[in-house]
């Protein structure tokens, strides 16, 4: 175990920062705050792709050195989160496909998804299903040779502006979750309708309603499944979401890290220059003591991260992307408002920045299992006890 990055690492982190500071934090300054368009994500992914962001990887099994993903990831979150997670559902979606979709199916969305042309988004939340997915409704019949998909998804991150959206539905109501069935939605074959739920933070990471009405969804497009129709087990639909939010938590533990670290690196400059009681802020002490708090637990939450990537990357997670998740999130939120204590009212004002972390750090609490379902899962391990159900 090594705490300092290796030259490897380093040399990745410094040709990031160049990159993203010329390139990407212009459009996070011009769009990172507005709502997002398919059209204007398109090239701005387009821009990623040479380092590595599109298609595959991130906590992924043998995705590579798990310490350069935290780092790209971070390095991204830090300058433009909202197109790190466009990027990353994205990614989420076409790996998906990939491990478990038909293999024509595959072939024709890959290349697609590798030049950023195609975006992904995963749809497993309901109106009446959110951190209990067991309750899902949204209903798959097969019929003539096809499927026909009924229901709605919402929140869905991505949705409004996805391509393909791989949708978790029932197929057996009889069966509860052991009749999930994940189908590969290629919007362009079968169309459906979305609307964007406009939100407080992340505004350029669309969040969405996706309504599905009589869809109808080809046969080779349900994913685990396609080998035989009949000799499917539709359950691992259901385990494999389970995993999946394991792989997203781990992620959106590092978004946040990232996220915290603006925050923090906007109030350290103002607090070195800033001057009131005849000297620099940052010579008063509790100015400091804010400073040492949010550089610390950045610092933790760091830590955490890079333990859950490599935990997945080794394919030994456990709860792992669950502990950094929960306390990653919270530190943002955290570390956030801190920094617009360090700058006073400059804090509150939009121009500088530091506002937006914090409405886009509260956003990241919720998803991929709540702060208290982490805490759940989290105990549940550790006593052997449920307090789920
Ligand atoms: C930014 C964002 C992006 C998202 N992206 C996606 C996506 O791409 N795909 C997708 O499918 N979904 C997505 N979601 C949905 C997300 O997964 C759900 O919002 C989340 O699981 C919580 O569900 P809920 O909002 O319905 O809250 P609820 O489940 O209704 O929970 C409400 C409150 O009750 C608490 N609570 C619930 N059950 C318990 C319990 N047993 N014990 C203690 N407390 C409990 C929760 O912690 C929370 O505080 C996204 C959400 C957000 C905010």
Same mark, same amino acid.
């Given at each position: 175990?090594?705490?300092?990055?290796?030259?490897?690492?380093?040399?990745?982190?410094?040709?990031?920062?160049?990159?993203?500071?010329?390139?990407?934090?212009?459009?996070?300054?011009?769009?990172?705050?507005?709502?997002?368009?398919?059209?204007?994500?398109?090239? #701005?992914?387009?821009?990623?792709?040479?380092?590595?962001?599109?298609?595959?990887?991130?906590?992924?099994?043998?995705?590579?050195?798990?310490?350069?993903?935290?780092?790209?990831?971070?390095?991204?979150?830090?300058?433009?989160?909202?197109?790190?997670?466009?990027?990353?559902?994205?990614?989420?979606?076409?790996?998906?496909?990939?491990?478990?979709?038909?293999?024509?199916?595959?072939?024709?969305?890959?290349?697609?998804?590798?030049?950023?042309?195609?975006? &992904?988004?995963?749809?497993?939340?309901?109106?009446?299903?959110?951190?209990?997915?067991?309750?899902?409704?949204?209903?798959?019949?097969?019929?003539?040779?096809?499927?026909?998909?009924?229901?709605?998804?919402?929140?869905?991150?991505?949705?409004?502006?996805?391509? *393909?959206? $791989?949708?978790?539905?029932?197929?057996?109501?009889?069966?509860?979750?052991?009749?999930?069935?994940?189908?590969?939605?290629?919007?362009?074959?079968?169309?459906?309708?979305?609307?964007?739920?406009?939100?407080?933070?992340?505004?350029?990471?669309?969040?969405?309603?996706?309504?599905?009405?009589?869809?109808?969804?080809?046969?080779?497009?349900?994913?685990?499944?396609?080998?035989?129709?009949?000799?499917?087990?539709?359950?691992?639909?259901?385990?494999?979401?389970?995993?999946?939010?394991?792989?997203?938590?781990?992620?959106?533990?590092?978004?946040?890290?990232?996220?915290?670290?603006?925050?923090?690196?906007?109030?350290?400059?103002?607090?070195? $220059?800033?001057?009131?009681?005849?000297?620099?802020?940052?010579?008063?002490?509790?100015?400091?003591? #804010?400073?040492?708090?949010?550089?610390?637990?950045?610092?933790?939450?760091?830590?955490?991260?890079?333990?859950?990537?490599?935990?997945?990357?080794? &394919?030994?997670?456990? *709860?792992?992307?669950?502990?950094?998740?929960?306390?990653?999130?919270?530190?943002?939120?955290?570390?956030?408002?801190?920094?617009?204590?360090?700058?006073?009212?400059?804090?509150?004002?939009?121009?500088?920045?530091?506002?937006?972390?914090?409405?886009?750090?509260?956003?990241?609490?919720?998803?991929?299992?709540?702060?208290?379902?982490?805490?759940?899962?989290?105990?549940?391990?550790?006593? &052997?006890?449920?307090?789920?159900?």
């Amino acid at each position: 175990m090594d705490f300092w990055l290796n030259d490897e690492q380093v040399m990745v982190q410094d040709n990031l920062r160049k990159f993203l500071d010329a390139e990407i934090r212009p459009l996070d300054d011009r769009w990172g705050d507005l709502e997002m368009t398919a059209d204007r994500a398109r090239p #701005m992914l387009k821009m990623l792709i040479p380092w590595g962001y599109i298609g595959g990887g991130g906590t992924a099994p043998g995705g590579g050195d798990p310490v350069i993903r935290c780092i790209q990831d971070e390095e991204l979150a830090a300058v433009f989160p909202g197109l790190g997670g466009i990027a990353s559902i994205s990614s989420g979606a076409i790996s998906l496909i990939a491990a478990n979709g038909h293999p024509e199916v595959f072939e024709r969305l890959a290349g697609g998804f590798r030049s950023g042309d195609l975006i &992904g988004c995963v749809a497993t939340t309901e109106p009446e299903a959110g951190s209990d997915p067991s309750g899902i409704r949204c209903r798959a019949v097969r019929k003539d040779g096809a499927w026909i998909l009924n229901g709605t998804k919402t929140w869905i991150s991505n949705g409004s502006i996805a391509d *393909i959206a $791989v949708v978790l539905a029932q197929t057996d109501p009889s069966a509860g979750p052991a009749g999930f069935r994940h189908f590969a939605v290629d919007r362009r074959e079968s169309p459906f309708q979305s609307r964007e739920i406009p939100t407080m933070g992340l505004r350029s990471f669309p969040t969405s309603e996706l309504f599905f009405d009589d869809v109808r969804v080809p046969e080779t497009n349900v994913l685990g499944g396609w080998r035989s129709a009949q000799s499917t087990s539709p359950e691992r639909a259901f385990a494999r979401t389970l995993q999946l939010f394991s792989h997203a938590r781990a992620w959106s533990a590092m978004l946040s890290v990232g996220i915290a670290r603006r925050a923090y690196e906007i109030a350290l400059k103002y607090v070195q $220059v800033r001057r009131q009681f005849g000297k620099e802020i940052a010579r008063h002490q509790l100015v400091a003591a #804010m400073v040492a708090e949010m550089a610390t637990e950045i610092d933790a939450a760091r830590l955490l991260c890079q333990r859950a990537y490599t935990a997945l990357g080794r &394919g030994r997670a456990d *709860i792992e992307p669950s502990m950094a998740k929960w306390y990653a999130t919270e530190t943002a939120v955290k570390v956030a408002s801190t920094a617009i204590q360090c700058m006073g009212a400059n804090g509150l004002a939009s121009e500088n920045r530091v506002e937006r972390c914090l409405r886009d750090a509260r956003m990241m609490t919720i998803p991929d299992g709540t702060t208290q379902i982490q805490k759940l899962i989290i105990g549940r391990a550790l006593t &052997g006890m449920s307090a789920i159900r």
